[in-house]
Structure formats: structure tokens, C-alpha cells
């Protein structure tokens, strides 16, 4: 027999990226495919007597002693919040999905930047979303575009990465992030910050959160363990606004009824041990040197009319070309390297011009071969 | 501003259970009320140098050493099946989720026991979907009202609990799974088979899954490490039938790209170290002993004309009496005794006569002064 599927299931595009993962792991294949954390720089966990205290079954919100931790964490960074308000998830996808099924029935609107996180799209579709694209563009994130969608939409929800964005590396200035705020303050729409990038801050620019400037609306903030130490325990975090969390909260019991509490407890413990911002210091000084090698590689191999911005955090650069991607992806396997081509992340504006290269987890010489080798996928296609 | 939410939002209940668990922990509260497992004899964490390397982003099925254990487990419980079509969930409340988004629109048809486990009474609803109840009562599954409910709708969707069912503990008896496969055969709906509660088999019951009759009809069979190990670990499985499987997997990816790998590790550890036999049957021995002594405690210190089933398995008594229940709740957190009215659980039959007993967590001394509260607060609604 067929099963007879829900419309959800029929519009759910698969991910290409974890679709290709396999194809990555195979021998001698250099990947700038995915978004892993360098696994040779997470640290070791640390060693607790209490870990055998959370066996049982938890609170639907999380741990208490992450959540208070956390949110001292968040102070330091600019943001004040109530551990009242945050909820532990797992991973910061799964604070996506939650807050999408709120906010989102078939045939709402919804402001993204374009492009944008691929998974997020594919949700979003999933629930047959209407996206209204504004354009991150080589002069930040356009303004008056925005405006236009806010102004002529009945969009319940705008989904924005301001910090290091995925894909484009984009990080919002001070003046922007004020400006978004104040727009979204005037047109009332629910705000899904999404920052799981924040502390790969390579060149110490400001990442105040937008949801910090906003004065009245509603607005739901996400963030992430996984780029600052270990992604295999899939704990993410949520901070959201009173009006919103109860149905976080009910949500959350409806999917899972809580998170893995032993992973919250290690991470809990980690912060609690104060090793958190040693670290850190550590992870950008790691990943700096990773990018800053990256660009030289990029200007060494790469035709001179390929052009990008340096990206002053996160795990990407994004190319633009002067000619087709769409076909890097293929030819790059048969060659032994692994590209995204930018459509994967594209809303409606077109992408067929641009790559996506992840520079986070790769030795140097691989790095190196596998620049070398993109180059002459290119110069092939160009052919 | 009030945030503009989706149907699905507005149409979740919350949970009685989760909102009374502050309640039940107030000093002093004995509780009746959860489905807790009995912390005491959960195992130590198995030891193992291989948790090191868990620690980096996983496949969204899982990990492979435990899909590959839980596999041989379920064939010496008479269920054959493939690795390949094993998924690794948050907790199988997370597996509820993803199959139910995949097979229900607002306004389907979905056939369920009636009672039935409340946290999928929550999720169906706020799924939209139209409950059709067969009768689970005294006699067992009402064949002739299933086949009804299957002839005269459209239904995608049959969610049974044929193993110590919740909240009835109700256990098919072979005879009854056989049927029940071949009707589902012969009207072609897809069977969602909930079995959280296998191991815990006080008398040696048949427990076959129905999944295994089933000869052409498409199923998902969902399991849990949660009542035989650590339900803080989050941990649960799924086996789905090949033409579902796909689906699942985007589903998964949407909702949190895979569940935490210490957790899956840790149980695989386990697994493998060929522990779970031993450990398995002092489980039952252990709330044998439990059931028994809440028996005598019923017998003893209610009225005559209360009746049950006695319990084969899992963790629930599933009492009927002469008098309205509804008031059970509040009146016993009155006096110190926490317990959960039938209604809960209820689809469309009345259940206002119906309580619902667990006896998984409580200490002899504090069972005997519950039943003793518990008789009062009848005595007292009664008069």
C-alpha cells in the first residue's frame, strides 16, 4: 500500500547538505560542503559527581542551573534576560520548528533574508509558508525592502540571522540592527532571531542581538551550543518574549516532552566551571586562522573576477562568480571536492552565480587541494 | 503586541499531567498521578572511552552500534526487522510527533482507542485531526466498532497501545492482534503501533508486536529506552515500514537534524556489554512487587464496588467506580494525594466514573498512606 501523506510531508523538500554528507565521507574527497564545528577543538567534558541525578524524567523548559548559567552568559554578551523565559531545545533546529508551527499555517507570510539557512527554508516550506524575500545584498540588508514587506504583507513572522549569516557571512551593523527594530516595532510582526554563530567573532564587531532594541513586539531568540562546543549533545537554547513562551512550553511537551538532560547537565557544568570564556578566546583565535588562510587561498587559485566579502565571523565564505554554479556540485564530486552552489539557498532572488565554502574544519593542505581542485572545476565549466 | 499564532497553537491543549508534576512535588504530596519510572533501579552508566568520539554532529537516523543492538533485541521479542529502516528519536514522544505531522491534515481521520494516551490526544488535536474512538473496555478492543470506524471513513491514520495500554493497561491478547492486523490489511490505513511499555511483563503475556502480522498495510512501530533504562537521556526508536521511512527521515531534519549521540551511545554501550537481559527481569520482579502490594491496598481500603483489571504489565491501575471522579483531583491535592481522573484520557466515551493509579515510583510505606487518602477523599466526594 501507499500511505496517504499530509500536505506537510508532501511539500518537505529533503536537505541536500545532509543528503551529501555521505558522498563527503568518501575516501580522498575534500568537502566545503557542511557547517561542522572543528571536532579537534572541542573540549574534553568535564568530570561531574551529579550527572547521575538526571536520569529521570526532566521539566519541559530544561535544567535550571543551565538555564541560570546561560542566562549570565547572555548578560555578558549584551542581552539581559529571565531564566523564566528560557527553554532548553534540541539543538537550536528544533527551537526553529517549534516557533515555526506557532506562528505559521499554510499560506502565512513570512519575511526572510534571501538567501538564507537552507533547513529553515525547507521547514518553512513544509508548512507552506508564503516567503517574502529582502535582499542581503554586498551593502547589508536592504531597508527600504523590508519596509515595502512589512508594510504590504499580513506577515505574522520575519526570520532574520544578523549575526554571521548563513550562508552570506553577513554580520548587521549597530545602525542596522537599530533600524530593523524600530521597523519591526512599528509594523507588530513576531521577530525568530537566529544566532548560533555569535562567538566565532573573529574581528571583535558588535553582535548585540536585534531582539535586544525591540520596544513592543513579540519575538523569539535562538542560539546554540553546537559551534562553541559539542553539536553531539544537540542542546540549543530559546529565549522568548512572555506573550510566546507558554505556547513554547506546550509545544515543547507536545514534541519531546523535554531535552536530553544529561547533556544539559554537562554543559551546565562546563559553564558552571567558568571554562567557557578561555575557550572561546581560543575557538576564534582557531577559526580566524582557518579563514584568514582560506582568503589567501581563494585570491591564489581563483580567477580575479571572483569576488567576496571577508567574512568577520562564522564558517562561510560566499563567492560570487561570473559564471553558472549550478553544476560545481556534480563536476566537484567527479574531481573529489565537495561546493554548494549558492541556489540551495536561495528564496527567489537568483543565486546561480555564487558558492558557499565552509572553512571551519579543514586541515591546511586539504584546504589547499581542495581550493586547487575547485579552481579547475571552474575553469572546466567556464570551457 | 499579541503574536498572531497558527491554528495549530491555538488548538494544543496543555497538559494536565506535566502542569500537576509541581504540585506533586510539594512536601508532603503523595502522587498517583504521573507514568514515573522507579528511579531506584535504574542502572549506573556503563563506562567507555568511545563517548569521545560522539561529539561531533551525527546522521539524522541515528547511530548505527545501536540501531544494529535494538534490532537483535527486538528479534528475541519476535520482531524481526532491518537496521536500516530503525530511527533513533527523542524520546519516542519525538517519534508520536514526526509520523503524525506526516499522516495528518487538519480535519483527517485518525482512529484511536478511546481511552487513549493522553500526550497523543494533545498532539492530535492540535493537529486537527478528527478522532475516531474504538471502545477499549472490559472485553478488550471492540473488533466489530473497529471495523466500523474503518468501512465508514477515510481514516490515514490507526494509533493503538496493544501492549499494557495507557491508561487502561489493557494487554491484546493474540487473538486480537491477529484480527486487528487483518482488518487494518484489509482497509489499507496506516498503523501508528505506541509499545513504551514492553518489558515491564509482570506475567509473561504475549506481547508480539501487531506490526508483525501486518501483510500489506504500511506501519510505523514506536519503542523507548525511557521505563527499561534512563528517560532523562531522551532516547527512543522507531521502525518504519520502507515506504514511510524517507518521509521520516526529512521530518527528522526539520525537527532537529538527529537526537543527541551521548545518549544513543551510553544505551548502545549498554546493549553491547549484553546487560539489558538481566536487568530486564529484575525490572519486572521489582514492580511485580509493586502492583501486587497496590492490589491488596485497593482491595483493602476501597469500596467493594470499585473494579479493575489486574495489570499484566507497565505501570497503571484503571479503576471504575459507581461515582463521579471528576472532583478526584482537587479535592485530593486537598488532602495530600495526587490522582488523575479518567476524563483525561478520554476520547468521546465518558470516562467521569475512571481513575487512573500508577504504582511505578512509590515507596510500600507512602502507596499504603495514599490509598488511605485516596479512600477519604471518595468517602468524603461521595457524601
Same mark, same amino acid.
Given at each position: 500500500?501507499?500511505?496517504?501523506?499530509?500536505?506537510?510531508?508532501?511539500?518537505?523538500?529533503?536537505?541536500?547538505?545532509?543528503?551529501?554528507?555521505?558522498?563527503?565521507?568518501?575516501?580522498?574527497m575534500i568537502s566545503f560542503a557542511g557547517g561542522l564545528p572543528d571536532a579537534s577543538v572541542m573540549p574534553t567534558l568535564p568530570v561531574s559527581d551529579s550527572y547521575a541525578n538526571v536520569m529521570q524524567y526532566g521539566t519541559s523548559d530544561g535544567e535550571g542551573i543551565?538555564?541560570?548559567?546561560? =542566562?549570565?552568559?547572555?548578560?555578558?554578551?549584551?542581552?539581559?534576560?529571565?531564566?523564566?523565559?528560557?527553554?532548553?531545545?534540541?539543538?537550536?533546529?528544533?527551537? +526553529?520548528?517549534? =516557533?515555526?508551527?506557532?506562528?505559521?499555517?499554510?499560506?502565512?507570510?513570512?519575511?526572510?533574508?534571501? $538567501?538564507? %539557512?537552507? &533547513?529553515? !527554508? /525547507?521547514?518553512?516550506?513544509?508548512?507552506? &509558508?508564503? !516567503?517574502?524575500?529582502?535582499?542581503?545584498?554586498?551593502?547589508?540588508?536592504?531597508?527600504?525592502?523590508?519596509?515595502?514587506?512589512?508594510?504590504?504583507?499580513?506577515?505574522?513572522?520575519?526570520?532574520?540571522?544578523?549575526?554571521?549569516?548563513?550562508?552570506?557571512? %553577513?554580520?548587521?551593523?549597530?545602525?542596522?540592527?537599530? &533600524?530593523?527594530?524600530?521597523?519591526?516595532?512599528?509594523? /507588530?510582526?513576531?521577530? =525568530?532571531?537566529?544566532? $548560533?554563530?555569535?562567538? +566565532?567573532?573573529?574581528?571583535?564587531?558588535?553582535?548585540?542581538?536585534?531582539?535586544?532594541?525591540?520596544?513592543?513586539?513579540?519575538?523569539?531568540?535562538?542560539?546554540?551550543?553546537?559551534?562553541?562546543?559539542?553539536?553531539g549533545l544537540r542542546t540549543g537554547f530559546m529565549v522568548a518574549h512572555p506573550a510566546l513562551f507558554p505556547w513554547l512550553m506546550r509545544s515543547k511537551q507536545a514534541a519531546d516532552l523535554h531535552s536530553n538532560r544529561l547533556g544539559q547537565a554537562i554543559i551546565a557544568?562546563?559553564?558552571?566551571?567558568?571554562?567557557?570564556?578561555?575557550?572561546?578566546?581560543?575557538? /576564534?583565535?582557531?577559526?580566524?586562522?582557518?579563514?584568514?588562510?582560506?582568503?589567501?587561498?581563494?585570491?591564489?587559485?581563483?580567477?580575479?573576477? =571572483?569576488?567576496?566579502?571577508? $567574512?568577520?565571523?562564522?564558517?562561510?565564505?560566499?563567492?560570487? !562568480?561570473? /559564471?553558472?554554479?549550478?553544476?560545481? !556540485?556534480?563536476?566537484?564530486?567527479?574531481?573529489?571536492?565537495?561546493?554548494l552552489p549558492g541556489t540551495a539557498f536561495a528564496v527567489e532572488k537568483s543565486a546561480d552565480h555564487t558558492l558557499r565554502l565552509s572553512f571551519s574544519q579543514m586541515k591546511p593542505a586539504d584546504m589547499e587541494e581542495g581550493i586547487k581542485r575547485l579552481a579547475k572545476?571552474?575553469?572546466?565549466?567556464?570551457?
Amino acid at each position: 500500500m501507499t500511505p496517504k501523506l499530509s500536505r506537510y510531508a508532501t511539500r518537505l523538500p529533503s536537505s541536500p547538505v545532509r543528503e551529501i554528507l555521505s558522498v563527503s565521507q568518501q575516501p580522498g574527497m575534500i568537502s566545503f560542503a557542511g557547517g561542522l564545528p572543528d571536532a579537534s577543538v572541542m573540549p574534553t567534558l568535564p568530570v561531574s559527581d551529579s550527572y547521575a541525578n538526571v536520569m529521570q524524567y526532566g521539566t519541559s523548559d530544561g535544567e535550571g542551573i543551565l538555564k541560570q548559567n546561560l =542566562v549570565k552568559w547572555l548578560a555578558s554578551e549584551g542581552f539581559e534576560c529571565s531564566a523564566e523565559y528560557v527553554m532548553i531545545t534540541s539543538g537550536s533546529q528544533q527551537g +526553529l520548528d517549534l =516557533v515555526s508551527r506557532l506562528l505559521v499555517d499554510e499560506g502565512s507570510e513570512v519575511i526572510v533574508e534571501d $538567501p538564507t %539557512y537552507l &533547513a529553515m !527554508l /525547507q521547514l518553512l516550506k513544509g508548512l507552506g &509558508a508564503k !516567503l517574502l524575500p529582502i535582499n542581503l545584498g554586498e551593502n547589508g540588508v536592504d531597508l527600504e525592502s523590508l519596509e515595502q514587506q512589512l508594510k504590504n504583507s499580513q506577515a505574522r513572522m520575519i526570520y532574520l540571522i544578523p549575526t554571521f549569516q548563513n550562508p552570506t557571512g %553577513y554580520c548587521y551593523t549597530e545602525a542596522e540592527r537599530i &533600524a530593523v527594530a524600530e521597523l519591526i516595532d512599528r509594523y /507588530q510582526v513576531t521577530l =525568530v532571531e537566529d544566532d $548560533p554563530y555569535r562567538v +566565532l567573532n573573529f574581528d571583535g564587531v558588535f553582535t548585540r542581538p536585534i531582539c535586544h532594541y525591540l520596544k513592543t513586539a513579540t519575538w523569539v531568540y535562538l542560539g546554540s551550543f553546537s559551534k562553541m562546543l559539542w553539536p553531539g549533545l544537540r542542546t540549543g537554547f530559546m529565549v522568548a518574549h512572555p506573550a510566546l513562551f507558554p505556547w513554547l512550553m506546550r509545544s515543547k511537551q507536545a514534541a519531546d516532552l523535554h531535552s536530553n538532560r544529561l547533556g544539559q547537565a554537562i554543559i551546565a557544568e562546563y559553564l558552571q566551571q567558568g571554562l567557557l570564556a578561555d575557550h572561546v578566546a581560543k575557538l /576564534q583565535a582557531h577559526y580566524k586562522e582557518k579563514r584568514d588562510y582560506m582568503q589567501t587561498l581563494l585570491k591564489t587559485h581563483l580567477p580575479a573576477t =571572483v569576488r567576496w566579502r571577508l $567574512p568577520s565571523g562564522g564558517m562561510f565564505f560566499w563567492l560570487e !562568480l561570473d /559564471q553558472d554554479t549550478r553544476q560545481v !556540485l556534480v563536476k566537484g564530486i567527479e574531481s573529489g571536492v565537495v561546493v554548494l552552489p549558492g541556489t540551495a539557498f536561495a528564496v527567489e532572488k537568483s543565486a546561480d552565480h555564487t558558492l558557499r565554502l565552509s572553512f571551519s574544519q579543514m586541515k591546511p593542505a586539504d584546504m589547499e587541494e581542495g581550493i586547487k581542485r575547485l579552481a579547475k572545476v571552474l575553469a572546466q565549466l567556464q570551457a
